[in-house]
């Protein structure tokens, strides 16, 4: 039986966990599809297929859905490429398209919802496992735990820069593939890094203020 038109298909009833993962799943697809202010309330449900209530009951706000969404899309990207042997260094020197395209979009909406007010406390988790995974994945090891840990953060800066800034400053593909061919050039390098700028040595205690 068709349905009248004055009236819009029902929506099937689904579980809390059902809803809540086709929620999910679908703003992070519209967040890959566009920028983070145009993924609506409207828009997420339309295409996860539940009502719009459903987002203030079971996340409370669509800044909270996104950043469930946000930190889902990393975890995935870890668990898929934490195979024996699969760098996840090695995969964003590469330029691997599908990495540099989810860094751009989830570190695009990161920056939106801090814009949002959401405190920075909320992404820690995500960058700490990050660089937690790209320390661990640092084949140069000669070289002091500082500089390992110091370049590892240079890495991530240059990564996030390009995801944020890139696209305002308008850098070319062969910019942006120099930049990542950089951050694979300091690992070999890192040992006349660390003697240039003194990582090797044992840090300075901060001078005591008179009172």
Partial sequence: KEHSPCFSPQKPRLSQAEATARMINATGQL???????DVTVAR???????????VARYFGSREELMCQA???????????????????????????????????????AVTYLLGCGVSPERFQGIQKLSIDAAYAEFDNSTVSDRTRMNLVLIGFLVIQGMSTLGEVNAM??????DALSYIG????????????LGWDKAKKAAPKKRK
Avoid at 31 to 37: I, K, R
Avoid at 172 to 177: A, E, G, L, N, S
């Fill in 172 to 177: 070319t593909d062969v910019q942006k593939q």
């Fill in 44 to 54: 997420i449900c339309d295409r996860s297929g539940v009502h719009t209530d459903y």
């Fill in 70 to 108: 946000v930190e889902t899309s990393f975890l995935g990207f870890f668990l898929t490429s934490s195979k024996p042997g699969n760098s996840r260094v090695d995969v964003a020197v590469s330029g691997n398209a599908d990495f540099m395209e989810l860094t751009q979009k989830m570190f695009g």
């Fill in 31 to 37: 967040l890959l599809e566009n920028v983070p202010g």
């Fill in 185 to 196: 050039y300091m690992r070999q390098s890192s040992d006349h890094v660390e003697s240039a």
